[in-house]
């Protein structure tokens, strides 16, 4: 299993979007659950969104309806859409890499991407 690698984070006033992206590598990459966690300053990571393999997606109450995850098989690749950031997104998010095709647990993780949002 190989981490995978986020990019796409930065720097962006309250209301704007960023996108992020986690390039994962493996020829199995379609039959796994992919994941998005966060984690803010002095606070534990936290889960935010979750796509399946079979494109299924959950996410965190926090960020449900300004969130979107997708996934690009063809390109190895899991998405965080983020729109109407708010400064409390503020954090370092991390992706990770499922075991199975439903769950992320056991599974792998990147090394994170900051995400600044300013007043």
């Known amino acids: 299993q190989v981490q995978p690698v986020e990019s796409g984070g930065g720097l962006v006033q309250a209301g704007g979007s960023l996108r992020l992206s986690c390039a994962a590598s493996?020829?199995?990459?379609?039959?796994?659950?992919m994941g998005w966690y966060r984690q803010a300053p002095g606070k534990q990571r936290e889960f935010v969104a979750i796509i399946t393999s079979g494109g299924s997606t959950n996410y965190a109450d926090s960020v449900k309806g300004r969130f979107t995850i997708s996934r690009d098989n063809a390109k190895n690749t899991v998405y965080l859409q983020m729109n109407s950031l708010k400064p409390e997104d503020t954090a370092v998010y991390y992706c990770?890499?499922?075991?199975?095709?439903?769950?992320?647990?056991?599974?792998?993780w990147g090394q994170g991407t900051q995400v600044t949002v300013s007043s």
């Open positions: 990770k890499r499922g075991i199975n095709s439903t769950t992320t647990a056991f599974g792998s």
């Open positions: 493996g020829r199995t990459f379609s039959s796994y659950a």
